[in-house]
């Protein structure tokens, strides 16, 4: 045994499980607007208390850990801790990337390991919708600020002939919407289209009407209960679809259902996660990131509807590209990406 690679080993694995630790902390700083807090200027613990009414003894060690994870910063001078620019716009800035959110996702899904453990043994599927509601909730606020950063600005006009549409007047269905908030940004953007989201789970629906009344957006977005499979509506301009089709237990009869919905010269978009065909190539932080939500998530809920079939995470742009060729689309290409999306542009 190489006792070096061992200790190399065990340095990763403490970076992991402080990682790991440090989840349940960044998601206390969310709920009591910690980081916003501190986002406001330099403070001692006793200091951030008063500006926060929090008990300065859990300040003190919350701080600390942010500091010690390259959360925040800290001046043994003056004893303060602060944020950086950066870290103030990742971790407190609404139009930030809401780093939070995605903690709070991890958590959200690590409550049902139990069940997930259970599930191995026995191949039975967990749904979406058996899961703690910080993961619909901290889907929506991790991935909102992607795609209002990208959606409009870059995804849109990488569609053949799309943009003209929305700007002129389309019929959109977003499929798979969740909270609406893909659904929203879209008939922002377009003032002369409408939406139509839909979605299976039906207390993201209710959250999704909720927003769309919120925004006085009600009256050009509907939102509705149904799967993929059973949406309504046909002749749509475009079908958008949001990291979700590689959740589906039959993906192959979605793609089929919106070949139906589409117009004859209608676009599918299709947003996946960023994966490469080669196995061995997603062996990255980010695909390490996405196999384990996939584990907790994508997988279960696959194999917990009808067809059983699971593409995960991680499915690469072969297999969906074969899903649509089976479904009957002649026309696929690979639009835009992130290090974070591939997106497509599906045609008949």
């Known amino acids: ?9 065990m340095e990763r694995m403490v970076a992991d499980l402080a990682a790991t630790d440090a989840a349940g902390s960044v998601v206390i700083g969310h709920r009591l607007g910690l980081y916003r807090a501190l986002a406001e200027g330099p403070a001692t613990p006793a200091e951030f208390a008063e500006r926060t009414g929090c008990h300065p003894r859990y300040l003190t ?29 990742c971790l407190a800035d609404p139009a930030g990337p809401n780093v939070p959110a995605a903690f709070l996702i991890s958590l959200g ?44 600005p870059n995804w849109i006009p990488a569609l053949d002939g799309v943009e003209a549409k929305l700007g002129t007047g389309a019929r959109v269905a977003d ?13 922002e953007a377009y003032p002369r289209t409408a939406v139509a989201g839909f979605d299976y789970h039906a207390e993201s ?15 050009r977005v509907t939102f509705e209960v149904a799967t993929a499979h059973t949406f309504t509506g046909t002749g749509y301009d475009l079908v958008t679809m949001f990291d979700c ?10 793609a089929r259902r919106v070949r139906r919905a589409l117009a004859p010269d209608g676009t599918w978009l299709l947003v996946e996660p960023f994966a490469a065909d080669r196995v061995e190539e997603n062996f990255t932080p980010v695909g390490r990131l996405y196999y384990s939500a996939s584990t907790f998530l994508c997988v279960p809920n696959g194999l ?3 067809g059983g079939h699971a593409l995960g995470a991680q499915a690469g742009e072969a297999a969906v590209r074969a899903v649509t060729a089976e479904a009957g689309f002649t026309r696929f290409r690979r639009a835009a990406q992130t290090p974070f999306n591939l997106v497509y542009e599906v045609r008949p």
Not at 1 to 9: E, G, I, L, Y
Not at 64 to 73: F, S, V
Not at 205 to 211: C, G, Q, Y
């Open 1 to 9: 045994m190489d006792h070096d690679k061992v200790n190399q080993f």
């Open 61 to 89: 060690e919350w701080l600390r850990g942010q500091a010690a994870g390259g959360y925040a910063d800290y001046d043994p001078l003056t004893g303060r801790f602060s944020l950086t620019e950066e870290q103030a716009f």
């Open 109 to 152: 899904m690590l409550r049902a390991e139990p069940r997930i453990t259970e599930a191995f043994r026995t191949g039975a599927g967990v749904g979406w919708h058996e899961h703690d509601e910080d993961v619909f909730v901290g889907c929506d606020a991790f991935f909102r600020p992607g795609y209002a950063a990208a959606l409009v």
């Open 175 to 187: 499929v798979g919407c969740g909270l609406g908030s893909s659904s929203l940004i879209l008939a």
């Open 205 to 219: 629906v209710a959250l999704a009407r909720e927003k769309a009344a919120e925004s006085g957006l009600a009256d």
């Open 245 to 254: 089709l590689h959740d589906m237990g039959d993906p192959l009869g979605a």
């Open 304 to 306: 917990s509807q009808e």
